[in-house]
């Protein structure tokens, strides 16, 4: 699947998942790649290890038997003073030692080894911490996570889905030392136990996200949408609503006329003006007869007609939203059918996420009568399915 | 594309274009937020100077004019039209700004400065110029594609590793190849057997049933059990001995089954592993590909100021300098007899005193030993490697046999220790002196308490007794101190009485009214007599006071003395101290035993209480300690009773010096993360390069030590038929199948980096003059004296020359059928004759003599021919041999015969001159030659031929060339 694709999917779960809140209408939505500061870090880290026995035993000379000198050592341990003076510079090397030759002592590192028979070592860590371009603070954990992409400088530079935004700060030269100073630091990707941490290479980079403009009813707002686990970006959708660049597009497009960007799209698509209606103040639908809705595959589709998966679902022209829709009630029932279908099918569903799933379309798709789990068997057998196997949860 | 800056100057004009306020007005209805004329006007000025101005420069369509588009504020676009005069802009448009602007902005456009924006109403009151020209060229320049990042790896480094990987990857494919599964050596019965063990890996005896079907050192696996791999030991009658490569359950052997020879094909994976460390750019030496490939080196400057621990000369000197300092890479060529094992051990001296760890690597197991044997013994070397591959004489460097001598060392080293702390243990001596100590210690404060209450006794006693005697005392004493008193007012008034009348008598002596004086002098005379009477009566009294005191005192010491009572309680009060006192001393005497036993400073010991218990309370947290340390000790000595791998991380890790062969550094898990200062290969000139890097990738530096005018690299000849059948126009392949990266890399390293050591003090100055005329441009100089004592030659270099004798008696010929030499070798029998009488010559000499030849089959018949004359085959087969054998060695004596003598005047094998070079620098008193100068002086092989030659000259002037006739008849007369 090419990285477009993938992208315009997101966008779709996105939009789907901004429609289904709570009396949210989506109006517009916008690809962006939100500006980021890659700090490339070094941190110094302990790690653990067995322990070898000479290391061992000569700590605990040192620990337990309060030997403070190199030769009472080796005498104690009957080892050479070749070999001990080895061992104490490799445990001075690691930072279990400390004193001179005559008044050895260890360290809480090397005592915490010795206590629990483990070779407690540091170790230099790189990584790289995301800090967001507008007020240079860090990103959260929950943007470290495999389904968040994100894009260094030329991989940002080179794709086009989303658009660039400009950063509006450096990188601020204390920002790490502040951030590891935060006692919520693993908030931010930043476990307590790296340590010295040093900034070594600053880089721009990009967090592919998806503004949404949307009504809730009283007022207009915007949710973002970046991909971190819950789909929403909070933490985005906070900073870019106090981002007056940001603000500023999405206000001024408020004010535009949704039918001069759905124009040439609709005479693409051979689909009359009149077919656009509007829900309310601010949105639209796109009413089609159900001639347009097709079951077939978009490969074999003629233009200006959608798959029936498609009826109720969201598309966004030039960035303005509108619902694909069709007033005959038996075509949206059809249409909650093959989506629950091919929900059911595509891996073990069980009966809860079923009624859970019928629930939310349907009260997208308002079909004449709620469509029950009976419902979708029959659906099922008559499409020759078989009987679901739906698990009890 | 970067954005860049683009000065405009003091000022840029604008003017509003004609429809310009018109389309304003459509686009405020349309978006609400754009500012009017005049805010427009603000937002310019408040650009200023100090603010950059983002813009782009738009391509025109349709055959228009390009023109400028700025954003302002971050809020709309304003496209700005260069006028014709080039004095400002018209603004024509204006829109909001999208993201897709922004978008444009960050991905790349230029950045404006002017000294300010300002809007006039008519085109003529612009004055400055618009810098468009400069606009559009910075545009023009800036839209062109960043240039392309410097490749992390260059190409030449790619493409050297890439030949290099192929290479390894044929021969792996050969050697995979080359096993053949069909020819399984069945075996039907398998027993336990006694062994040396040197470790935990499996010896088993496998009774073959063809055994004249595997070789010892054949690398076999069980057929159909590929991890149960290991090498026959040896062969006796028809039982093979398996080491396997690791402990194996014994059930998983089957009782009868067969082997399979397995091809070795490790080496070529740790080639492959090494090449891939450097190609990835993980070898810690980072300067090594440069070195190797491009032939860079990093300048340096030799460590001139460190001193060998032995007597180096002046090449050798320098080349320990070099070896040093070297950043990168050093080779030192070192010729035969000029001590590079003796250079290369004081490097590694000198490494080991700054704590720098060693490799010493070579390709052979013996070529490694020879190195580290005779190491001394103040250093920590390990020799890491393979179970029967390391020679005899460094099988106590092997890191289990290092291991199990700590271990034995700690135990008898740790043996007086565990002793003395055992006296802390429970029941122990110091710890049962304690107890007696502390017992004895409450002892003794019971004493002191029992002679505090004795002396209260014998106090209370005396109260009683002398109460009466007291209370007198008492009042006499007051008594005594009342008359003091009174006394003390009467002298005090007879020596005022005194003073008065001195006055009064002097007062009465005047005339006129001395007459009164005179009667007041008198009464005062009257006075200080009757004063002076008192005073007299006073001391009296004092006196009868003072005589009774003492009557009384006497009295008080008899009663004292003598009551019963009183007498009684002294007494009782005087045992108990004594108890005290003995106790006291009792607990002295066992603190200064327990003192003895204890580790550490304890205080000064008294018989007394208190120091005592001091003693005690600091002997007691001695006693503590030392119980933790006998624990400890115990439990360290429990730890290495036993075989333990625990220690072998440790050695390597502590160890100074660390060797193993070329492919061993790789093979060993032990050796994975050690850090390596210098790598130092000893006969790098028969090393090829893929081999090479497998220990030089694991130091950060590496010296090369060998000499390539030596014997080469033994090549895999399926190999170099496969790079001449598939690259036969790569000769730099072929080369680094041939060559050994030593001999490759010389020539072009630069003086610096290499060193030529350059005094031998092995061979005859006679020989050595040819040897280094020969193959060292002249450049080898004899540091030895040898004097010439023989009475068969009259010259350290000797040739017989076998072609006076008929062509059939001194032709070379293959072996017959019924010979049980290698079919495809030669040899040659008049030649085999005179050797056998010459090293049986210089056997019954007791010389220490070798013979070496070129070939198996004359090796075999000299071989056999002399163990008639001597005896003992085993003996003899250890000096005849090939030259390979003699590599590094040296004999008193060294024959060679030359084997070949043939009308086509083929020498074979001999064509490889730098055999001939080692075959003859090994003779440390002579070398004498056997063959047939009609065959070698006209050999077909130039190389040869002129080598011939130059040994027939130096034979003439300088040797003695002998017929074969007069030695085998000298031989005869005089054996």
């Not at chain 2, 050695?651 to 050690?674: F, K």
């Not at chain 2, 030529?756 to 280094?772: G, T, Y």
């Not at chain 2, 250890?878 to 024959?895: E, K, P």
């Not at chain 2, 003859?920 to 063959?931: E, T, V, W, Y």
Request: hydrophobic share 40%; proline share 5%; with cysteine.
């Amino acid at each position: 699947m090419s990285s477009t694709s993938t992208d315009t999917i997101l966008q779709t779960r996105a939009l789907e998942h901004a429609a289904d809140l709570p009396g949210i209408r989506p109006l517009r939505i916008h690809a962006l790649a939100f500006p980021l500061h890659a700090a490339e870090l070094s941190a110094t880290i302990e790690e653990r290890g067995p322990f070898n026995l000479l290391d061992r035993y000569i700590g605990l000379a040192i620990a337990e038997g309060g030997f403070t000198r190199l030769q009472d050592i080796a005498t104690f341990l009957g080892v050479s003073e070749h070999m001990v003076d080895r061992v104490l510079r490799f445990l001075g090397g690691i930072g279990h030692l400390q004193g001179s030759a005559d008044a050895l002592s260890l360290t809480e590192r090397g005592l915490r080894s010795v206590r629990d028979d483990r070779r407690y070592t540091e170790k230099q860590e790189r990584l790289r911490l995301y800090f967001d371009g507008v007020r240079c603070g860090a990103l959260r954990t929950a943007h470290y996570a495999h389904s968040v992409r994100i894009l260094d400088r030329d991989a940002g530079y080179a794709q086009r889905f989303y658009r660039l935004l400009p950063e509006v700060c450096g990188f601020r030269p204390g920002a790490v030392a502040e951030l590891g100073r935060c006692p919520d630091r693993s908030e931010y990707d930043l476990p307590d136990e790296l340590l010295n941490l040093e900034v070594l290479e600053v880089g721009r980079a990009f967090l592919p996200c998806f503004a949404i403009r949307a009504h809730d009813g009283g007022r207009l707002i915007t949710l973002v949408y970046s991909g971190v686990s819950e789909l929403r970006d909070h933490h985005l959708e906070e900073i870019f609503n106090s981002w007056p660049t940001a603000t500023h597009v999405m206000e001024s497009t408020d004010s535009e006329e949704p039918r001069d960007h759905f124009a040439e799209w609709m005479r693409e698509r051979k689909i009359a003006l009149q077919a656009l209606t509007w829900v309310d103040h601010y949105s639209f639908r796109l009413i089609l007869p159900p001639s347009r809705y097709l079951g077939r595959t978009a490969e074999t589709r003629e233009k200006g007609t959608f798959s029936l998966m498609m009826l109720g679902s969201y598309v966004a022209p030039r960035s303005h939203v509108l619902q694909l829709w069709c007033d005959d009630a038996p075509t949206r029932t059809k249409a909650v059918l093959n989506r629950a279908l091919a929900y059911a099918t595509a891996t073990r569903r069980t009966v809860p996420d079923m009624t859970a799933f019928l629930e939310r379309v349907c009260r997208q798709l308002e079909p004449d009568a709620h469509v029950t789990i009976d419902d979708l068997q029959r659906h099922a057998r008559e499409a020759a399915y078989g009987t679901l196997d739906l698990g009890e949860g | 594309m970067e954005r860049r800056v683009v000065d405009l100057g003091a000022e840029v004009g604008l003017i509003w274009s004609k429809n310009f306020p018109g389309k304003l007005i459509g686009q405020r209805e349309r978006h609400p937020l754009l500012p009017g004329l005049e805010g427009i006007c603000h937002d310019l000025w408040a650009a200023g100077p100090r603010n950059l101005v983002p813009a782009r420069l738009e391509r025109g369509r349709e055959g228009r004019d390009d023109f400028l588009k700025i954003y302002v504020d971050g809020r709309y676009a304003l496209m700005l039209f260069p006028t014709q005069d080039m004095r400002g802009y018209r603004v024509g448009w204006i829109h909001p700004m999208h993201f897709s602007d922004h978008d444009q902005i960050v991905r790349g456009g230029l950045l404006l400065r002017a000294g300010q924006w300002r809007v006039y109403d008519h085109l003529y009151q612009l004055h400055h110029s618009s810098g468009w020209p400069a606009i559009q060229t910075a545009w023009a320049t800036g839209i062109t594609a960043p240039p392309d990042q410097e490749p992390s790896v260059r190409a030449s480094h790619i493409a050297y590793l890439d030949r290099l990987a192929t290479l390894v990857n044929q021969g792996r494919r050969i050697e995979a190849s080359a096993g053949d599964a069909s020819r399984l050596v069945p075996y039907h019965r398998v027993t336990p057997v006694a062994v040396t063990r040197r470790s935990a890996r499996s010896v088993h005896a496998f009774q073959l049933i063809d055994a004249n079907r595997l070789t010892e050192g054949t690398r076999v696996h069980i057929d159909g059990e590929p991890d149960l791999r290991g090498r026959i030991e040896r062969i006796n009658e028809g039982v093979a001995t398996v080491r396997f490569e690791r402990p194996v359950d014994f059930g998983r052997i089957p009782e009868s089954g067969a082997f399979a020879e397995s091809p070795n094909l490790i080496a070529y994976d740790k080639k492959r592993a090494a090449i891939e460390i450097l190609r990835e750019g993980r070898a810690r030496n980072p300067l090594l590909l440069t070195a190797l490939v491009d032939h860079g080196f990093q300048s340096f400057a030799p460590a001139l100021g460190r001193r060998p621990r032995e007597r180096l000369d002046d090449s050798q000197l320098s080349a320990f300098h070099k070896a040093l300092a070297v950043p990168d890479l050093a080779l030192i060529q070192g010729p035969p007899g000029t001590g590079k094992t003796h250079t290369i051990r004081q490097v590694v001296l000198a490494c080991a005193e700054e704590e720098r760890k060693v490799l010493i690597s070579s390709y052979t197991n013996r070529a490694v030993d020879n190195v580290l044997q005779d190491l001394p013994e103040d250093l920590l070397v390990l020799r890491v490697g393979r179970e029967g591959g390391v020679t005899p004489g460094c099988e106590h460097l092997m890191l289990d046999a290092r291991a199990a001598e700590l271990q034995r060392r700690i135990a008898e080293r740790t043996e007086p220790v565990l002793a003395r702390y055992g006296a802390a243990a429970p029941d122990g001596p110091a710890d049962a002196l304690f107890r007696q100590l502390t017992e004895d210690l409450r002892r003794l404060t019971d004493a002191g308490t029992q002679v505090q209450r004795s002396a209260a006794a014998l106090a209370e006693c005396d109260d009683f007794v002398t109460a009466d005697l007291r209370r007198r005392t008492t009042a006499l004493d007051e008594e005594g101190r009342r008359h003091e008193e009174l006394l003390a007012a009467h002298v005090h008034a007879f020596q005022r009485l005194d003073r008065a009348l001195g006055k009064t008598q002097r007062a009465a002596e005047l005339p006129l009214i001395g007459r009164f004086f005179r009667r007041r002098l008198t009464r005062l005379q009257e006075e200080q007599h009757a004063t002076d009477a008192a005073s007299e009566g006073i001391r009296r009294t004092l006196g009868a006071i003072a005589s009774d005191r003492a009557q009384l005192a006497a009295e008080l010491d008899q009663v004292r003395a003598t009551h019963p009572d009183l007498v009684s309680a002294r007494q009782a009060h005087e045992r108990d101290l004594a108890v005290q006192r003995s106790s006291a001393e009792r607990a002295a005497r066992v603190a200064t035993s327990l003192r003895e036993l204890l580790d550490g400073d304890t205080p000064e010991i008294s018989p007394d209480t208190a120091s005592l218990a001091a003693f005690l309370s600091t002997a007691g947290s001695a006693l503590e300690l030392m119980r933790r340390r006998l624990a400890l000790l115990t439990s360290w000595r429990g730890r290495l009773e036993r075989r333990t791998e625990q220690l072998y991380d440790e050695l390597v890790r502590y160890a100074d010096v660390i060797g193993a062969t070329c492919i061993g550094t790789a093979t060993s898990e032990h050796l994975n993360d050690v850090d390596f200062d210098v790598a130092i290969v000893d006969e790098a000139g028969q090393i090829s390069t893929a081999d090479l890097l497998v220990p030089l990738v694991r130091a950060r530096r590496a010296v090369l030590v060998g000499d390539h005018v030596q014997l080469p690299p033994l090549p895999d000849q399926r190999l170099i038929a496969w790079a001449a059948a598939e690259h036969p126009g790569d000769p730099e392949l072929a080369r680094l199948i041939t060559d050994s990266a030593f001999e490759l890399l010389f020539p072009s390293t630069p003086q610096e980096n290499k060193e030529l050591l350059r005094f031998q003090r092995r061979m005859p100055e006679s020989l050595s003059h040819f040897i280094s005329r020969h193959f060292y441009g002249g450049l080898l100089q004899t540091d030895v004296k040898r004097v010439h004592h023989d009475n068969l030659f009259a010259a350290p270099v000797a040739f017989v020359d076998t072609a006076e004798l008929p062509e059939r008696e001194r032709r070379d010929r293959k072996p017959r059928a019924n010979e049980p030499w290698p079919k495809d070798s030669r040899l040659n029998e008049c030649e085999a004759r005179l050797l056998t009488l010459l090293a049986t010559h210089y056997h019954a000499k007791s010389d220490d003599w070798a013979v070496i030849l070129p070939y198996a089959a004359q090796i075999g018949l000299v071989t056999s021919l002399l163990a008639q004359h001597i005896g003992d085959e085993n003996a003899v087969a250890r000096r005849v041999a090939t030259v390979d054998s003699f590599q590094g060695g040296q004999h008193d004596t060294i024959l060679f015969g030359f084997t070949l003598s043939n009308p086509y005047r083929n020498v074979g094998f001999l064509r490889e001159v730098r055999r001939s070079n080692v075959a003859f620098s090994r003779a440390k008193q002579r070398l004498i030659l056997l063959g047939d100068l009609t065959t070698l002086l006209n050999a077909t092989d130039p190389g040869f031929r002129d080598l011939a030659q130059a040994l027939h000259d130096h034979v003439r002037t300088a040797g003695d060339l002998r017929g074969y006739r007069e030695v085998m008849r000298r031989l005869r007369e005089n054996p």
